[in-house]
């Protein structure tokens, strides 16, 4: 009687160390959160109140290949930005880089490749450029902790005398739609969804003055290790050169992006070769 329960005490103990060797192999992959913005085309809520865009599909194909259990959630930028560095196992999109953010998070992309200008009225300008010494004659709008404010600053803007931060991008739009701003940054992609928005409004959306060129990321917070980052920068190009991305960007993004997005998976093969 005592050597059958010894054998199944040992029994009992193999199959918990069994188990536990399994477990200690093949961990249980962590839920990823994912913070984005409301900025149509690429990120925003459907009628169902699900997050929606072409940037969104194809960070949902991502998530696919890399069979990598993720939650997606809109909010506004400064809050998911502030979620983003305070969290582990995060990610933001999409979100410029530059030297300012470079050692806050791991960096994979591009996910896109803009042109930011400054735009306005064609009732207010009319070809005319921005400068420090004219900025007085203008009220300029920008969301809050986006880039594009220091270089609005630059330009002479300061809050509190000719510049309005709202909590989000769309704000400013609706201010200048209805001409209680003159002035707003923002990509060229979006501004072509918006002149026509403007145009029902009976004025044309003009660009000013070209700011800088944008190159758009997923910025993931510190703690995701180097390899799961190599492996998102790899699933990404890849589908740069599947035809993927241009599956789900065509018609919604210029030609000339959804080119320079191939063009750069293509030299970064070509380098790994």
């Known amino acids: 009687m005592r050597q059958f329960l010894l054998r199944k005490l040992w029994i009992i103990l193999s199959l918990l160390l069994s188990c536990a060797t399994v477990s200690a192999a093949e961990p249980e992959t ?4 994912l913070y984005t913005e409301h900025s149509p085309p690429g990120e925003y809520l459907d009628a169902r109140g699900e997050v929606a865009g072409a940037t969104v599909e194809l960070i949902r194909l991502l998530l696919q290949r890399l069979d990598q259990p993720a ?3 809109l909010l506004p930028w400064a809050r998911a930005f502030e979620l983003a560095q305070s969290q582990q196992n995060t990610a933001l999109f999409e979100t410029v880089r530059n030297k300012e953010r470079e050692a806050r998070f791991k960096w994979v992309g591009p996910l896109k490749v803009y042109t930011i200008g400054l735009y306005g009225r064609s009732d207010v300008f009319q070809g005319n450029q921005i400068n420090p010494g004219a900025s007085s004659r203008y009220l300029a709008c920008e969301y809050r902790d986006s880039v594009h404010v220091n270089a609005l600053k630059r330009l002479g803007f300061t809050e509190g005398r000719n510049l309005i931060l709202t909590v989000n991008h769309g704000d400013c739009l609706n201010l200048l739609r209805h001409g209680r701003v003159h002035l707003t940054a923002m990509n060229d992609t979006s501004a072509a969804g918006y002149a026509l928005q403007m145009q029902q409004s009976g004025h044309e959306l003009v660009m000013v003055q070209a700011l800088t060129e944008a190159r758009l990321y997923l910025a993931f917070s ?3 290790d180097d390899s799961t980052i190599a492996r998102w920068q790899q699933v990404l190009e890849h589908s740069y050169l599947d035809g ?9 993004y210029t030609e000339q992006m959804i080119s320079r997005l191939e063009a750069f998976a293509k030299t970064s093969a070509a380098s790994q070769q």
Do not use: F, P, V, W
């Not at 962590?30 to 959160?33: E, F, N, S, T």
């Not at 993927?244 to 919604?252: E, N, T």
């Open 244 to 252: 993927s991305m241009r599956g789900l960007y065509q018609g919604i």
């Open 71 to 73: 939650t997606i959630e």
């Open 30 to 33: 962590q839920l990823l959160r």
């Open 222 to 224: 510190r703690d995701i």
